[in-house]
């Protein structure tokens, strides 16, 4: 079953929809003709919306949006709605030029739709989850805080075909953003055509990107997608349909995998054990780290002062067997991480971010060094022993073996430490974690897009997802000099970034315990999937049934 979790960030995997290993859409017709162009998916839960503005995933509907890139191979920016791009000499701004496109009800597609798409998304009653993607463009954060009209945002249509961004600072991996749905353009004559209908139905939304949606009403098992004969690039899209269904379990997708109802389908770790030789099997890695949140405003006056000493949280991290857990407890394949940004996200000059970041003595196995950093930070606190609870979602069976493991590993390896289990839906996981009432968490970050600055945003003093309350001056400092004064340079910044997620690594703020990676049959026929690690990570445009 492909795996569709909604939620964007803590505590639960970001949306993923799809696989497919990337082969360039070379087949002739002749070669395609022969079967059917159709695609059969499957999907752990409905679509909860097919509004961009107030998505919080963008895993299938990156097949029927499009900005003025899409996400091609390699996390690379591919050719969208924009023919051109130019980047001022101060990175501040950007002008795109727009081809000729139409939406799917045959409407031209105009720099005005861009526009108008911005300031419906930021607007604050819109309620968009994804708004902060948005900051650095001019005056963003303070339309979305309600201080400014909308109207007053940083983005202009100079005529019909060109769009002008203004920026606050400039922004390095800008180009990779516009490839995310969430800023392509909306229709604004259909909004208001109409009103509280619009995105409730499949046929009440248009659609710029190369397939339009069909059959959906917002709680069905069933949809589609069909090709968007109005596409620009209508020509390079095969597929004519892709159906999706709802799929309860991996046993369900692999018996419709079976009977050839499904093209493709998730595996759980069982499954991976009996397939994994099997020449229709797949694995595709995802920029997803799974990783211990501590709460540093720990209620418990005894487990704050635990948790807020490095020699403690660096003995949690050096208990840790990764290629155990990876290999013998998960078994689906996932990796051991070399920090808190995954492998496969970023690279600069042939340099890859994970290999750069990692630092000796932080995530390896170290049982006896374990005990030692354990034994000096009960010794700083004047304690002997401590008892704490490690809350994780119950929805997912392998969180379960996950903690299983880390309680007999802790309790093994650190003396007169207790760990308590306790399991709990999604939903109320997240609303202990944004109150501050737990001890430690399993969550889990996807990148949003392909740069490290996706995660080493994350334990920034202040922000949004880091409900532990993690804060240091001097990374902050780092991560901001990367944003800020060393954002148009390239190298520098880069340098900055590697230099803060290796502090994080040596101050163990969150520690990393596994790196997401998927494994599923595929029919080996399904050809020219666009498979990502990081943002719109599946696309269909250049799939085709061979």
């Not at 890859?352 to 049982?367: D, R, W």
Request: proline fraction near 4%.
């Amino acid at each position: 079953m492909i795996n569709i979790k909604w939620i964007k960030g803590s505590l639960v995997a970001i949306a993923v929809v799809g696989l497919g290993a990337f082969l360039t859409a070379c087949g002739n017709e002749s070669s395609t003709a022969s079967k059917p162009q159709v695609l059969n998916l499957s999907a752990e839960a409905p679509l909860p919306t097919i509004d961009l503005a107030k998505a919080t995933g963008y895993g299938q509907t990156g097949n029927v949006y499009e900005s003025f890139f899409r996400l091609g191979k390699n996390g690379k920016s591919t050719k969208g709605l924009a023919k051109s791009a130019t980047e001022s000499k101060d990175g501040k701004t950007w002008t795109f030029k727009l081809r000729n496109a139409k939406w799917s009800n045959g409407d031209k597609i105009t720099a005005q739709d861009f526009v108008y798409s911005w300031r419906r998304t930021l607007t604050p009653s819109t309620k968009s989850q994804y708004a902060y993607l948005f900051e650095g463009i001019k005056n963003a954060d303070k339309i979305n805080e309600g201080k400014l009209n909308p109207d007053k945002l940083g983005i202009e249509a100079t005529d019909s075909k060109t769009v002008v961004i203004h920026l606050d600072k400039p922004i390095a991996y800008f180009k990779i953003l516009m490839a995310y749905p969430l800023f392509a353009p909306q229709n604004q004559k259909v909004v208001e055509k109409y009103g509280k209908k619009y995105a409730t139905k499949s046929q009440y939304m248009v659609y710029s990107g190369p397939f339009k949606i069909k059959n959906w009403n917002g709680t069905g098992n069933k949809w589609s997608f069909v090709k968007n004969n109005q596409y620009w690039d209508k020509k390079a899209v095969k597929l004519q349909k892709v159906n999706f269904t709802v799929v309860s379990s991996p046993t369900t997708g692999l018996d419709l995998f079976r009977q050839k109802k499904l093209d493709l389908t998730e595996l759980s770790s069982e499954q991976v054990k009996n397939y994994k030789d099997d020449a229709q099997f797949k694995s595709y890695p995802y920029s997803q780290i799974f990783y211990l949140k501590y709460n540093f405003k720990d209620p418990d006056a005894t487990n704050r002062k635990a948790l807020n000493n490095r020699d403690i949280r660096r003995a949690f991290s050096l208990a840790i067997d990764r290629k155990q857990l990876t290999k013998k407890v998960l078994g689906d394949g996932s990796t051991v991480p070399n920090g808190f940004v995954p492998s496969g996200l970023a690279s600069y000059n042939g340099e890859n971010f994970s290999k750069g970041q990692a630092v000796k003595n932080t995530v390896t196995h170290n049982e006896k060094l374990a005990a030692n950093y354990w034994k000096s930070g009960l010794k700083a606190i004047g304690e002997k022993k401590l008892k704490m609870t490690i809350t994780a979602a119950n929805d997912d069976p392998s969180t379960s073996a996950v903690t299983q493991y880390l309680k007999a590993q802790f309790e093994k390896v650190l003396p007169g430490f207790t760990l308590d289990i306790q399991a709990v839906p999604t939903q109320t996981a997240n609303q202990y974690g944004q109150k501050g009432q737990f001890d430690i968490t399993i969550s889990g970050w996807g990148a949003d897009f392909n740069d490290p600055i996706s995660f080493l945003q994350i334990p920034m003093t202040g922000t949004s997802y880091n409900y532990g309350k993690y804060s240091n001056k001097a990374y902050d400092k780092l991560v901001k000099r990367a944003d800020d004064q060393d954002a148009n340079n390239p190298s520098k910044r880069w340098q900055d970034l590697l230099e803060a997620s290796r502090l994080f690594s040596e101050d163990q703020g969150m520690t990393p315990l596994y790196q997401n990676e998927t494994s599923y049959l595929q029919r080996s026929d399904v050809k020219g999937i666009v498979h990502n690690t990081a943002g719109t990570q599946w696309s269909y445009k250049y799939a085709y049934i061979n």
